[in-house]
């Protein structure tokens, strides 16, 4: 997790803070928004929040491999292994 980390009371806004970070640490700006997956409250996963950003990123992502083990620990980091609104909590 980065040193200086802001957290947000609601989950799709906090997705959206890790978000901004993987855009300004690692260049993965592709757009996504938290409220899309957050959506309908339902459980998001590191592997489906991982695969997500990755495909987002398109085809030129090159070393996907790594990247995909790098995004996963800072979603786990994070948030554990999966969340949803009814279990995040500040």
Not at 7 to 34: Q, R, S, T, V
Not at 49 to 66: C, H, Q, R, Y
Not at 77 to 86: N, T
Request: proline content about 1%; aromatic content about 8%.
């Amino acid at each position: 997790m980065a040193k200086h980390t802001l957290f947000h009371p609601n989950l799709a806004d906090d997705l959206d803070i890790l978000l901004g970070e993987l855009c300004a640490e690692w260049d993965f700006c592709a757009g996504i928004k938290g409220a899309d997956l957050a959506k309908d409250g339902k459980m998001l996963t590191s592997k489906v929040f991982t695969e997500t950003v990755i495909k987002a990123e398109g085809d030129s992502l090159t070393g996907a491999k790594n990247w995909n083990r790098r995004i996963k620990r800072r979603f786990v980091q994070r948030y554990g292994h999966e969340v949803s609104d009814a279990t995040w909590t500040l």
